[in-house]
T-cell receptor, first 112, second 111 residues
Framework: DSGVTQTPKHLITATGQRVTLRCSPR?????VYWYQQSLDQGLQFLIQ???????AKGNILERFSAQQFPDLHSELNLSSLELGDSALYFC???????????FGPGTRLTVL | DAKTTQPTSMDCAEGRAANLPCNHS???????VYWYRQIHSQGPQYIIH???NNETNEMASLIITEDRKSSTLILPHATLRDTAVYYC????????????FGTGTRLTIIP
């Protein structure tokens, strides 16, 4: 158990819909990272927040957005969902910005 | 991130040491080598990292060559639970905000 929690574990929705994935980092960690893992793309970095501020951005689609709240939990919002958004979404956290990252169990999103 | 090269797959007998190589010939002087693994769709798990000296923790040992162009992750007594995809990652010098996971090495532990 890494100490990072993600909800929900599974999510099934339809194309065009909007969903929110939630992540609680390990106690004391200030950074939260989001990754997407699909069958054809592998694990890809989406975005990082550090102490409430966006710190780094990967190939995150404009339909996707994230934020980190004052209590340091983070949410990833996915809108206008497409079939290709079906994937595992992982959240990770670290103490600072950089250093080893600890991953949650992931949310499996299925878009029908 | 510095590019890394790993074998696609490896087998190792249960109870033996598993040695996983990684080439990172373009690594810069202040860049660390990190190893993670992913067990079948679970979240990736941090294993170990190092700069230039060999490192050991409760999970594994990391041997980095003197020129730092390659490294080897050693699992001293592999068990079936070590079957996973292992990723060698060299993040950029300014912090590893963007962990770039390549294809890694699929390690299969044989009973």
């Amino acid at each position: 158990d890494s100490g990072v929690t993600q909800t929900p574990k599974h999510l099934i929705t339809a194309t065009g819909q909007r969903v929110t994935l939630r992540c609680s980092p390990r106690s004391g960690d200030l950074s939260v990272y989001w990754y997407q893992q699909s069958l054809d793309q592998g694990l890809q970095f989406l975005i990082q927040y550090y102490n409430g501020e966006e710190r780094a951005k990967g190939n995150i689609l404009e339909r996707f957005s994230a934020q980190q709240f004052p209590d340091l939990h983070s949410e990833l919002n996915l809108s206008s969902l497409e079939l290709g958004d079906s994937a595992l979404y992982f959240c990770a956290s670290s103490v600072g910005s950089g250093g080893e990252q600890f991953f949650g169990p992931g949310t499996r999103l299925t878009v029908l | 991130d510095a590019k890394t090269t790993q074998p696609t797959s490896m087998d190792c007998a249960e109870g033996r040491a598993a040695n996983l190589p990684c080439n990172h010939s373009t690594i810069s002087g202040n860049e660390y080598v990190y190893w993670y693994r992913q067990i079948h769709s679970q979240g990736p798990q941090y294993i170990i990292h190092g700069l230039k000296n060999n490192e050991t923790n409760e999970m594994a040992s990391l041997i980095i060559t003197e020129d730092r162009k390659s490294s080897t992750l050693i699992l001293p007594h592999a068990t079936l639970r070590d079957t996973a995809v292992y990723y060698c990652i060299v993040p950029n010098s300014f912090g590893n905000e963007k962990l770039t996971f390549g294809t890694g090495t699929r390690l299969t532990i044989i009973p």
